[in-house]
Antibody, heavy 121, light 108 residues
C-alpha cells in the first residue's frame, strides 16, 4: 500500500527556520516524483514544486522559487520542504503528493495527511 | 501560467440528484486534466485523471469529460458522502501545474 506520512504540526515565530518531512512507503521512492501543495486557511490548492528523488532534479512554481527549498534523502525515502525565514503568510496546510509519471508532468495520485504550519509572533 | 476557472463556486444539490461541475482552462491543456475531492479536515483525493479516467476505487457515479479548454465532472446520483469541495487541475503546462479555485457541493 502506497503511503505518504508527513511530520506533525508546527508552531513557529516569524523569522524562524523550519523543515517538514514526508516519508514514502509501499513503492519505489526513487522512481516517482514527489511534490508539495499549499493550502492557506479556507483557500484552494497551490502547486509549489516537485523533486525526483532518484537524481534530485527539482522544479519550482515561479511563485515559490526562492521562497522554499525542496529536497529528498533517498536513503530514508523522505522528502522535505524547508524555509529559512518564515513569515506569517506561510501559515497554511502543506501536503506532500506523489506524481505517477516519469516526466513529472502529471496528476497527483497519492496525498500525505498534511502538515499544518502556523507562524505567529 | 494557465488559469483554471471552475463554476459554479457553490452548487446546492439534493441527495440522489445529478451534479454537473465545470472547469475551463485559459488555453488548451489537451486531456491533461484531473479532478480531486476534498472533504473537511481531510487531504484531497484523486477522482479523475486524463480528463475521463476514474482513479482506482472511485465509484462509477463519478465521470469526467472534455478536452482542450472545457471540462466537466458529473456525479450521477449524489450520495451523502459526496458533499465536498472539488478541484480541477491541469498538468499539461507547468511550472506550475495549476488548480481551479474549487466548487463546493452542498446539500440543498
Amino acid at each position: 500500500e502506497v503511503q505518504l506520512v508527513q511530520s506533525g504540526a508546527e508552531v513557529k515565530k516569524p523569522g524562524e527556520s523550519l523543515k517538514i518531512s514526508c516519508k514514502g512507503s509501499g513503492y519505489s521512492f526513487t522512481s516517482y516524483w514527489i511534490g508539495w501543495v499549499r493550502q492557506m486557511p479556507g483557500k484552494g490548492l497551490e502547486w509549489m514544486g516537485i523533486i525526483y528523488p532518484g537524481d534530485s532534479d527539482t522544479r519550482y512554481s515561479p511563485s515559490f522559487q526562492g521562497q522554499v527549498t525542496i529536497s529528498a534523502d533517498k536513503s530514508i525515502s523522505t522528502a522535505y520542504l524547508q524555509w529559512s525565514s518564515l513569515k506569517a503568510s506561510d501559515t497554511a496546510m502543506y501536503y506532500c503528493v506523489r506524481l505517477p509519471g516519469y516526466s513529472g508532468y502529471d496528476y497527483l495520485d497519492y496525498w500525505g495527511q498534511g502538515t499544518l504550519v502556523t507562524v505567529s509572533s | 501560467e494557465i488559469v483554471m476557472t471552475q463554476s459554479p463556486a457553490t452548487l446546492s444539490v439534493s441527495p440522489g440528484e445529478r451534479a454537473t461541475l465545470s472547469c475551463r482552462a485559459s488555453q488548451s491543456v489537451s486531456s491533461n486534466l484531473a479532478w480531486y475531492q476534498q472533504k473537511p479536515g481531510q487531504a484531497p483525493r484523486l477522482l479523475i485523471y486524463g480528463a475521463s479516467t476514474r482513479a482506482t476505487g472511485i465509484p462509477a457515479r463519478f465521470s469526467g469529460s472534455g478536452s482542450g479548454t472545457e471540462f466537466t465532472l458529473t456525479i450521477s446520483s449524489l450520495q451523502s458522502e459526496d458533499f465536498a469541495v472539488y478541484y480541477c487541475q491541469q498538468y499539461n503546462n507547468w511550472p506550475p501545474a495549476t488548480f481551479g479555485q474549487g466548487t463546493k457541493v452542498e446539500i440543498k
